[in-house]
């Protein structure tokens, strides 16, 4: 599980916070870590008499890029030896989404800008365009929130019993097996208005609706550590509740899938990411 982590870094704080996790779980097994920064070139045009002067400045900003990457480097190498830097100066995305192809990156590592979920409403160009395009799971860590374990100790997965869902139910509980980790399913569901206002067939919906998860995974049952919870609500809001409910260091989630519980960025997946206050995983499917 995840044999390729790549982490981007651009030095910040939150950055700093996903380096830990990123480290935390190359820690596991023989695993690979790589740390990657992109330099932004300096967006100005130098006086025609003077070309040297925009590359001098490139030359500086990679210069002192490549310092403050040794320093981090050394820093993480005391818990993942193995762990490898990386500095280039282009355009942060795109030589991003090539460094995941290069290095064969299973796992790609980001943190998140802002804090609360308003000034989260735009995670950043960089996150954005990865959740869209990257070849590999991306797992956003939200610069602020409660203290969560870097290897996590409880996880929380919502379903809709799509395909990307299902996709993203075995990750979860694979990734429950390696760290020993309890793992909750939730399915939210909502009353049609067109039925609510019947109460015989309100309630008939809402008792076949609570028990959807043990029909369409009845293998959950067999799992000790997992959990599910089927609860009537908003997608979003019910989700968020739970994860701070049972105090989850994770949140799995597809980035795609049918309905309400996971629709492509725009709807409940990309809400989920902007105001979450735990690292959240987002698998898009294969």
Known sequence: MFQNVLCAVDFSATSERAVEHAAAWAQLGDRTLEL??????????????????YFSIEESMLRDA?????????RVRKS?????????????????????????????????HGRGAISRTIL??????????????????PPDG?????????????????PPAREALVIALAIAHENDAQLHVVHAY???????HDESLARGLRTALSGQIGIEHPELSREANVHTHAREGAAVATI??????????????????RGRVATLLGGVTDR????AHVPVLVLRPH
């Open 190 to 196: 909502e009353i049609p208005a067109a039925v609510a």
């Open 80 to 112: 993942v030896p193995s762990a490898t830097g990386r500095v280039s100066c282009g355009f942060p995305a795109s030589l991003l989404l090539e460094r995941i192809g290069a290095a064969k990156a299973d796992l790609v590592v980001i943190g998140t």
């Open 36 to 53: 990657f920064h992109v330099v932004d070139p300096p967006i100005f045009m130098a006086p025609p008499e003077m070309p040297e002067l």
């Open 124 to 141: 950043g160009s960089v996150a954005d365009r990865l959740l869209r395009t990257s070849p590999a799971p991306v797992m956003l860590v």
């Open 272 to 275: 989920v990411t902007r105001t």
């Open 146 to 162: 409660r203290s969560v374990a870097l290897r996590p100790k409880t996880i929380v997965t919502p379903t809709d019993f799509s």
């Open 66 to 74: 490549e310092e403050r990457m040794g320093t981090l480097l050394a």
């Open 240 to 257: 968020l509740a739970l994860t701070e409910e049972v105090k989850a260091d994770l949140v799995v989630i597809a980035s795609s899938g």
